[in-house]
């Protein structure tokens, strides 16, 4: 299986490394791809990862990942980047996306009137792309499969390997990774969070998202 990683500038680094950890335990070709082939900058731009291979290398992956970051904003209404996504999209196996990379998906106009999930403090912005948001973990529409916010990327890297390769091998890489969360707190949704952390949490991010639009 060759899994495309859309790269951009901006992007949040554990969206792609968490399913990128898992999915390539199933001997998946996976390759990080962005406009140009070169060095991506992260959101905290303290780490990069090299692009391989240009979008217009890579046309016909049969996954495709994109995900999320503040740098979505600005890929919403980037249209050589969208028409990718939709040509992809016409031939993969799976669509997939973790955090704020269904708002991609959503510019790209490949979730009107569909049930999808994005980190909780976009849900407006991805519904203005016409999609429900839904605040799940994982979230299928046929082969188009979304994940809620940054750490939802490892669990949806297991979804697909066990939709691709069956319940033992998944069960064997969750092994493998040693993937058995056990956090501090129990706020890490925000039906499991109180209001004051809820407004503190988006503020910043408010804060940050602003930064990334100037």
Request: glycine content about 10%; some cysteine; overall charge negative.
């Amino acid at each position: 299986m060759d899994i495309a990683v859309l790269l951009y500038d901006g992007f949040t680094a554990l969206d792609c490394i968490g399913p990128y950890d898992v999915l390539r335990n199933l001997g998946a070709q996976v390759t990080f791809v962005a406009d140009e082939r070169g060095e991506v900058r992260a959101d905290s731009k303290m780490l990069g990862i090299t692009a391989d291979r240009s979008i217009d290398e890579v046309p016909s992956p049969d996954m495709l990942l994109i995900p999320g970051g503040f740098g979505t904003r600005k890929q919403m209404h980037n249209e050589p980047v969208l028409e990718w996504i939709r040509a992809v999209h016409a031939h993969s196996q799976w669509t997939t996306s973790v955090c704020t990379g269904s708002l991609l998906l959503g510019a790209a106009g490949l979730l009107v009137g569909l049930d999808a999930t994005t980190h909780w403090a976009s849900k407006e912005l991805l519904e203005s792309t016409g999609a429900r948001y839904t605040e799940q973990r994982i979230v299928r529409n046929g082969k188009i499969v979304t994940a809620a916010g940054v750490s939802a990327g490892i669990d949806m890297g297991l979804y697909l390997a066990r939709e691709i390769a069956g319940d033992q091998a998944a069960m064997a890489i969750q092994l493998g990774i040693e993937y058995d969360p056990q956090p501090p707190f129990d706020c890490g949704a925000p039906s499991k969070a109180t209001p004051e952390l809820i407004e503190f949490v988006g503020a910043m991010m408010r804060e940050t998202e602003t930064e990334f639009a100037t």
